[in-house]
């Protein structure tokens, strides 16, 4: 009989351990949320609506318990953790009040009576998720594609199950009918039988670009439809007009919010030559005044990363760029003690070809990098294999604007660090997936798009 256990990163101790459940179990638990999806896809807008505002309101008034399981499991600050279960109560309220109105018939002009778009629900969609927002990154697939009639299967994360477990406690709660929202502990050489199931539809993965080709590899053979949210290396141009302190503020904060752990996040700084050194004696400043320390401590900026290997990994990235001639400026040494800590580390003159700059760094690591001029910043932010997220500093919003709309990115911010909101679509480009979650455009990523002509 088959375990994953829990491991608290910021001490190293055994949190809990969980049964994996083996394939025939799966593909009964697939054939029940399909049995579901019979009943689902014909309940009212009404009905749906009704238990997604349920379940906001259950992550709103269980806010400090999830969050503290989250916090206990993969490390992230108990602030940030409460913060991301206030995101699920927002995204659950908002596809609640608005799925009506994204997917109600579209009238066309044609020579026909009555033509007209319809928007129906596809069936049992999966949903591959990782670690690092464990509860927010399932809603994020869960509300757009339920509401839109569809059920939903989770294989989350090893070392999260805890979370896996209450956010399919959370839909039961809330009303939800059994097989709406269904776990799956299952392990990654599962994935694979399960997408392969017939009453699998689609599937949705956030996580690496090698799981992302994997995963789609599978779905492709089998013609069913993917969304692939993955890596990202994202770049923040600094230009030569910014406010410094204000670059700097937001460079500490997208550099250390998850702990560094973060696929849309400020990794790559590329600062225009003539505020180059001033930026990096600010910066530096403030990533050695962040206080590294234990997640549940309301004091602490950023605590463990989510795992021992994690951070090893990330280690032998920094290595390896500083052989390649990065320079660093601070941290880049692993503490002595229990937990999975990385202190800030900046490395700077990183430039195309080493590790730092090609590949992403999933922690509390930035990279500067130097550009001759405005239109040099633009070509080294392209240069990458990733597009997800990018961003403009500047004290002129038009300027910053016109960059924006030249970065190869799903999404390019001014002034302000790349967030995901419901309002707003999110994915990316090249590395970083296709296809689109959030808002009007990810609910109908899951949907039949149907063309209805009556003569």
């Not at 009639?149 to 896996?164: D, F, I, R, W």
């Not at 390649?324 to 990385?342: D, E, M, S």
């Not at 294999?385 to 038009?398: A, D, K």
Request: proline share 3%; with cysteine.
């Amino acid at each position: 009989m088959a375990t994953v256990t829990m491991i608290n990163p910021a001490t190293g101790e055994k949190i809990d351990e969980y049964i994996r459940i083996d394939a025939a179990q799966a593909a009964d638990k697939l054939n029940k949320s399909h049995s579901a999806f019979k009943l689902w896809k014909n309940t009212s807008f009404e009905q749906r609506s009704r238990l997604f505002n349920a379940l906001g309101n259950e992550f709103e008034n269980s806010k400090e318990r999830y969050a503290q399981l989250a916090t206990q499991e993969m490390g992230k600050t108990i602030a940030q953790a409460r913060k991301e279960i206030e995101k699920c109560a927002w995204i659950c309220h908002y596809y609640a009040d608005h799925a009506e109105e994204f997917l109600s018939n579209r009238a066309v002009e044609t020579e026909a009576q009555k033509s007209y778009v319809a928007f129906q629900p596809m069936g049992v969609v999966l949903a591959v998720m990782p670690w690092n927002f464990p509860f927010y990154q399932v809603i994020r697939f869960a509300a757009p594609a339920i509401m839109a009639g569809n059920t939903g299967v989770l294989k989350h994360a090893s070392n999260v199950q805890g979370c896996a477990l209450a956010l399919e406690e959370a839909f039961r709660k809330s009303g939800f009918p059994d097989g709406i929202f269904t776990n799956l502990n299952i392990g990654s050489n599962d994935v694979k039988g399960v997408i392969e199931n017939p009453n699998v539809v689609a599937v949705t993965l956030t996580g690496s670009d090698a799981a992302g080709r994997s995963v789609a590899s599978i779905a492709g053979a089998n013609l069913k439809k993917t969304v692939m949210e993955l890596g990202g290396s994202d770049a923040y141009l600094i230009l030569d007009d910014a406010d410094l302190d204000q670059a700097t503020t937001l460079a500490t904060l997208g550099r250390l919010q998850n702990n560094g752990q973060t696929c849309i996040a400020a990794k790559r700084f590329i600062v225009q030559q003539e505020v180059y050194e001033k930026f990096l004696e600010l910066f530096s400043k403030k990533m050695e005044a962040a206080i590294m320390g234990d997640p549940t401590e309301e004091s602490s900026y950023y605590g463990p990363l989510a795992r021992i290997d994690l951070r090893d990994e990330l280690h032998q990235q920094v290595e390896k760029s500083i052989a390649q001639g990065a320079r660093l400026v601070i941290g880049g040494t692993i503490p002595q003690g229990k937990g999975a800590y990385y202190p800030a580390t900046i490395l700077a003159d990183v430039t195309p070809g080493m590790e730092a700059f090609d590949n992403e760094l999933f922690g509390p690591v930035a990279s500067v990098v130097r550009a001759k001029d405005e239109q040099h910043a633009i070509d080294l932010a392209n240069n990458s294999q990733f597009g997800l997220g990018s961003g403009v500093i500047t004290s002129n919003n038009e300027r910053g604007e016109k960059v924006a709309l030249q970065l190869q990115a799903g999404s390019s911010f001014v002034n302000k660090l790349v967030v995901s909101d419901p309002r707003l679509p999110f994915g990316g480009i090249k590395n970083s997936g296709y296809g689109r979650e959030l808002s009007s455009y990810g609910i109908h990523e899951f949907v039949n798009i149907k063309s209805i002509w009556i003569s």
